[in-house]
């Protein structure tokens, strides 16, 4: 099963995933780290999306869907996959459509919290692309371009909300227990593989 992992910059749903992953043995992939390690290895692609990186802008679509949808493609029945920071638009949203096992997109799960408390968490830690002026444009990008797949994913009934303000531990097992209730729901034989 796929939960996709919905919510601005600086919500902490990359923490969370990599928490939830880590204690479930669920698969954590996150497009901003498999971009970050291309950006450190300095290759052709690495290289062009740092370009977008720097600005707080997003990498062009057909770049993302080719990162993703391999992966994708080739998951098999049992596993869970927690996916990252992808889709954040719709055009990335319906490539995963296409592109994910029939029935394996099981829920989306977005975090929410005030932007007075994205932008500090943001400015809190230290990334290159963290600065003020590209926060702010982050955010917007966020609010215009992604924002949309909250209300897909309601329509498709699969969206699921936490509020990410609370405590740290308190937001991890809310985020447990949700993609177990959807792997519940997707294997009815109480298989939890
Ligand atoms: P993240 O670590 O998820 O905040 O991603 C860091 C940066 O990588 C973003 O600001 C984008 O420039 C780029 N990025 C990551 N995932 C995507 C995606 N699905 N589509 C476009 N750009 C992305």
């Known amino acids: 099963m796929i939960a996709i ?5 600086g919500v ?4 969370q995933a990599a928490a939830a992953a ?5 698969t954590h992939l996150s497009t901003g780290d498999l971009l970050r390690q291309e950006v450190g290895a300095g290759t052709d692609l690495g290289l062009k999306a740092k370009e977008y990186m720097d600005r707080g802008d997003l990498v062009p679509d057909d770049v993302m869907v080719g990162m993703v949808a391999t992966r994708v493609e080739s998951m098999s029945a049992d596993e869970v996959l927690l996916l990252d920071g992808f889709p954040r638009t719709l055009a990335q949203a319906e490539a995963l459509h296409e592109a994910a096992p029939e029935g394996a997109i099981g829920l989306a799960v977005c975090f929410t919290a005030s932007d007075e408390t994205l932008v500090e968490r943001l400015l809190g830690r230290g990334r290159t692309d963290d600065t003020r002026e590209v926060v702010e444009h982050r955010l917007t990008v966020y609010r215009e371009t992604t924002e949309p797949l ?11 909300e936490i509020n990410a303000e609370r405590e740290i531990k ?5 985020t447990v227990e949700i993609i177990q209730a959807g792997l519940a729901h997707t294997n009815p034989q ?3 593989g």
């Open 150 to 160: 909250v209300d897909f994913y309601k329509d498709l009934g699969m969206l699921r």
């Open 190 to 192: 109480g298989a939890n």
């Open 12 to 15: 902490g749903k990359g923490t």
């Open 22 to 26: 880590e204690s479930q043995g669920w």
């Open 170 to 174: 308190i937001i991890q097992s809310d």
């Open 5 to 9: 992992f919905l919510g601005a910059p």
